[in-house]
């Protein structure tokens, strides 16, 4: 029988994944077909198998859905062989955490184990074999969302759909900048944080992941995304700030921004960096900086810190803490504590 934590209330049922999911949820089974079932819900239709079958089955998954993205942490004791076929319209990205599993998509082939991670795309035939006792954490990333992204950055919709190389090291460089930011968002889940409850926390953690792929992980459009750019003329970027001005309540994807400014996404990062100094999402994060002191300094008297962050889609509370200082020479509570007074 499959066991089902949500850590919300601490209690276990026993439960399929059918109903709602929650922002964390735990579950576990030693019966392969239970497994096979689960997962399906959580990804796609697959084939698992035991490759020893003298050895005892056991899985484990806790599992997190953010927007169009979501977080699992997948062990499976015991060698397991799972076929999924063609991967679905999704990308998933497998971050080893302990043991080894051979990955294999297409012709691809790669022995994926700390320190070096793999990135499945769409359509890919996949398989993976887990050795022994091994953890990974999986993150799966909506193909039409990572696609609407490509296309801000390029400056027209891609003509052939997006491949990642499989292998993707972490030891350093990119891959350990992506490590970090996967397990930052994996312990705002653990700490049950504000994040599933902030729209614009969740787009910006999408955003972050979704440019550190296409700009770190080669695939088939690297070559066109290092091409040099057409220097932005300074009238894009005003038209980009009139934009992030007059939308900043809602949830903007970087892809938005670009749209709106008429350029490509390379050009208006550019165009930002020559003219501004700062990329666009940080200009966007300026302007929500201003509506929190605002907020502060007239909301309502029961208003906090944290809710009125939060509103402004301010998820992690200490780095907001030293943005605001260095923007505004004091913490936020003196703000709250100043209109109080007054």
């Known amino acids: ?38 997962v399906s819900h959580l990804f796609c239709p697959h084939r698992i198998e035991m490759a020893d079958l003298g050895r ?54 790669v022995v994926s184990m700390p320190g070096i991670a793999t990135i499945q795309s769409p359509g890919q035939t996949v398989r993976v074999d887990w050795h022994d006792t091994s953890e990974k954490m999986v993150v799966k990333i909506c193909q039409e969302s990572m696609e609407r992204h490509l296309t801000g950055l390029l400056g027209h919709p ?8 499989v292998e993707m090291p972490t030891a350093g460089g990119f891959g350990a ?36 792929l296409l700009i770190g992980q080669p695939h088939n459009y690297t070559e066109e995304l290092r091409q040099p750019v057409t220097p932005a003329a300074p009238y894009y970027v005003k038209r980009a700030e009139e934009f992030i001005c007059a939308s900043v309540k809602k949830q903007l994807n970087f892809s938005d921004v670009a749209e709106a400014s ?30 929190v002191r605002a907020d502060l300094l007239q909301g309502a008297l029961d208003d906090t810190v944290t809710e009125i962050s939060m509103r402004w889609g301010f998820l992690h509370q200490g780095r907001f803490a030293r943005d605001y200082h260095k923007r505004y020479g004091e913490v936020p509570s003196k703000t709250l504590n100043y209109r109080d007074d007054n």
């Open 262 to 291: 008429g350029v490509s996404g390379r050009t208006l990062l550019e165009g930002f960096r020559r003219f501004r100094g700062i990329s666009p999402m940080k200009f966007l994060r300026q302007k929500r900086l201003e509506h």
């Open 158 to 165: 891609p003509n052939r759909p997006l491949e990642f190389q």
């Open 56 to 109: 005892q089955f056991y899985s484990s998954f806790t599992y997190a859905k953010l927007g169009n993205m979501s977080l699992c942490h997948i062990r499976y004791d015991g060698n397991v062989l799972i076929e999924p076929g063609a991967l679905g319209s999704f990308y998933l990205i497998g971050m080893p955490l302990k043991g080894t599993t051979i990955v294999t998509c297409d012709q691809q082939h």
């Open 1 to 38: 029988m499959i066991r089902m934590t949500d850590p919300s209330n601490s209690m276990v049922s026993e439960t399929g994944l059918g109903q709602q999911i929650y922002p964390y949820q735990l579950f576990e089974t030693q019966e392969l077909d239970e497994a096979r079932e689960q």
């Open 177 to 212: 900048t992506l490590q970090h930011a996967i397990d930052a968002v994996s312990e705002e889940i653990k700490q049950q944080s504000c994040l599933a409850s902030s729209p614009l926390a969740i787009t910006q953690v999408e955003e972050m992941l979704m440019t550190l």
